[in-house]
C-alpha cells in the first residue's frame, strides 16, 4: 500500500482521524503541520508572523519532498492549503492516494469556532472566512482526491471504519 494523504478544510478531521486510521492500518501517522513545527521549532502562527504566508507553504513543499523517501505506510495529514500549490498536488499523487475529508460549513463552523491558532482564520467573521476559503478550494480538493469522504455527523469510529474500507477497495 502506499501511503495515504488527509486533505482537506481546517477542522476536518484530518490528523485526529489520521492518528485513528493510522492505528487501525498499523502503520506510522505524520502531520505536515506537526513536521514544520518541529523543525522551525515554533508554531505554525509564529511562522507566519515573522516570515510570511508564502514562506510557510514553502516549508509544506519541502516536506513533502522529504516524505517522498518514506518507504513504510503511512497516513498523513497535511495542512488544509497544502494542496492549493499545483506543485504539491504532483508531490502528493507521487506519495500515494490522497483522501479529501470533506465537511460542510456548519461543521466547520461548530469545530473552529474560538479557534486562535490558525492564522488564515483570524479577523472578521469566522462563517465569511471559512465559506470564501471553502470556495477557493473545493475544487482542487476534489480534483487532487482519489476519494471523498463526508465527515459530517459521523463518529470517529464510523469514519475510521468506513474510510478504511474505501481505502482498501481503491487500493485493489
Known amino acids: 500500500m502506499k ?18 486510521l493510522a492505528r487501525r492500518q498499523d502503520c506510522r501517522f505524520v502531520d505536515t503541520d506537526l513536521l514544520i513545527e518541529k523543525e522551525q521549532g515554533c508554531r505554525i502562527s509564529e ?19 522529504k516524505l517522498l523517501s518514506e518507504q513504510e505506510p503511512m497516513v498523513i495529514a497535511v495542512g488544509g492549503g497544502l494542496p492549493v500549490r499545483e506543485e504539491n498536488r504532483r508531490l502528493m499523487a507521487k506519495l500515494g492516494m490522497a483522501v479529501y475529508m470533506k465537511a460542510s460549513a456548519e461543521t466547520l463552523y461548530r469545530r473552529l469556532q474560538g479557534d486562535q491558532k490558525r492564522p488564515l482564520l483570524q479577523g472578521g467573521d469566522l462563517k465569511e472566512r471559512i465559506l470564501t476559503l471553502m470556495d477557493a478550494r473545493e475544487e482542487i480538493y476534489e480534483d487532487a482526491a482519489q476519494i471523498t469522504y463526508c465527515t459530517d455527523g459521523k463518529t470517529f469510529k464510523q469514519t475510521v471504519e468506513e474510510l478504511n474500507e474505501l481505502i482498501l477497495q481503491e487500493s485493489l
Open 3 to 20: 501511503h495515504v494523504i488527509l486533505i482537506g478544510f481546517m477542522g476536518a478531521g484530518k490528523t485526529s482521524i489520521g492518528k485513528k
Open 47 to 65: 511562522i507566519f508572523e515573522k516570515h510570511g504566508e508564502k514562506y510557510f507553504r514553502d516549508l509544506e513543499t519541502e516536506t513533502l519532498k
